[in-house]
């Protein structure tokens, strides 16, 4: 490890009773690890190859009230000096803190009943209209499917949406190659309009396009989060931590395109860098879990492949089942008004 400063986010929840009775983890992968401890306090562990740093919060006072929501842990040192630690982004300061002291009760706030839904999600409707409804030139073996009839198919697969997450929160890992495929499409797209084809025109976002309504979501501003790349970094991962309701006061409302549009990960190459959006790591897992079986690969997707599907697959996995979440609730929301829509 470097004596660079260095800046870390973790998403977690108090388990209860709080303090533990014994050292509990609460978050394990193979470059960090969080712990709850019996006086209150929280232990978080960095892996770099043999060395493993050791950090330690104060104690935490949690009253009840608090102890259901999801808090944003954050931590920010240099190699030799204090480490400095945020709740929900306010410092933790010296002694014992009460979690009235760092979080704020926040009242249930859907995305979908914002009044500034329109004005956030403005620009990514117009786009999805001209992008998406648009009429096609279809071959003579072909026809073209009634909006009813696209109305049962995205009803369809947003139910085996739901059973494929249903299935992977329950410890069944291989349902996440199906749950990526439908994420995919319904959701997969290019940037160009010049790559519209029937391949890649995700069936939520157009039957979006063509009734014009927005897709409003929550989620962290890549801009507005602390920087996590390293120039020793060959890989900087990123959640957005997409949701319906508000989480953190910190979630922004966007558009869910906006939030497929932005980066999640950035690879650094000797041949350059690249960044990844949330649609491209659809893609990319979709593609690498099932949808081709090629006998040769590039050696960037084998690199990407060990990396994400490997060492990271629990980030990787908690982000595509908070974009399935989002999706299961978006879909039912856009088939209820637009099955209004056609009935009126």
């Known amino acids: 490890m470097n004596n660079d400063e260095k800046t870390f986010l973790f998403r977690m929840k108090f388990p209860e ?17 969080l712990s709850a401890n019996k006086n209150g306090s929280i232990t978080i562990r960095f892996f770099d190859g043999s060395v493993c740093a050791f950090l330690y919060t104060t104690p935490i006072i949690v009253a009840p009230v608090g102890m259901k929501g999801l808090f944003l842990l954050g931590i920010s040192w240099k190699n ?17 803190v009460s979690l009235e002291d760092v979080v704020d009760a926040l009242p249930v706030v859907r995305s979908i009943d914002c009044p500034d839904v ?15 409804s648009l009429s096609q030139t279809f071959k003579d073996n072909r026809v073209a499917i009634s909006i009813d009839d696209q109305l049962s198919q995205l009803r369809s697969a947003t139910e085996n949406l739901i059973d494929f997450r249903k299935a992977v929160l329950a410890g069944d890992r291989k349902r996440m190659v199906p749950l990526v495929g439908q994420l995919r499409a319904l959701l997969y797209y290019r940037n ?15 039957l979006a396009g063509i009734s014009r309504i927005p897709l409003s979501v929550f989620s962290f501003l890549r801009c507005e989060l602390p920087d996590f790349l390293n120039d020793d970094l060959e890989l900087s991962l990123f959640d957005p931590m997409l949701s319906i ?14 939030c497929l549009e932005s ?22 897992v979709a593609n690498t879990e099932g949808v081709h079986y090629d006998e040769t690969i590039p050696v960037e997707v084998d690199y990407l ?3 994400l599907l490997v060492d990271r697959k629990d980030f990787v996995q908690k982000i595509l089942l908070d974009v399935a979440e989002v999706t299961i609730h978006l879909s039912f929301y856009l088939y209820k008004r ?6 009126e």
């Not at 009773?17 to 690890?33: D, G, I, N, Q, R």
């Not at 030799?80 to 014992?96: P, V, W």
């Not at 329109?118 to 998406?132: G, H, I, L, M, T």
């Open 17 to 33: 009773p709080w303090p533990v009775s014994e050292e509990k983890f609460l978050s394990k992968t193979p470059t960090y690890a």
């Open 80 to 96: 030799g000096e204090s480490a400095k630690f945020y709740l929900n982004g306010k410092h933790i300061i010296t002694g014992s």
């Open 263 to 284: 980066e999640v990960f950035f690879l650094r190459r000797k041949n350059g860098s690249r960044p990844f959006t949330l649609k491209d790591l659809i893609g990319f």
């Open 192 to 206: 160009q309009e010049e790559y519209r084809t029937p391949t890649y025109n995700p069936l939520l976002l157009r």
């Open 338 to 343: 637009m099955k209004c829509s056609i009935s």
């Open 245 to 258: 309701e508000k989480i953190v006061r910190s979630q922004k409302l966007s558009d869910l395109c906006y």
């Open 305 to 307: 492949k060990k990396v």
């Open 118 to 132: 329109d004005e956030a999600c403005r620009d990514y409707v117009s786009k999805r209209y001209a992008v998406f």
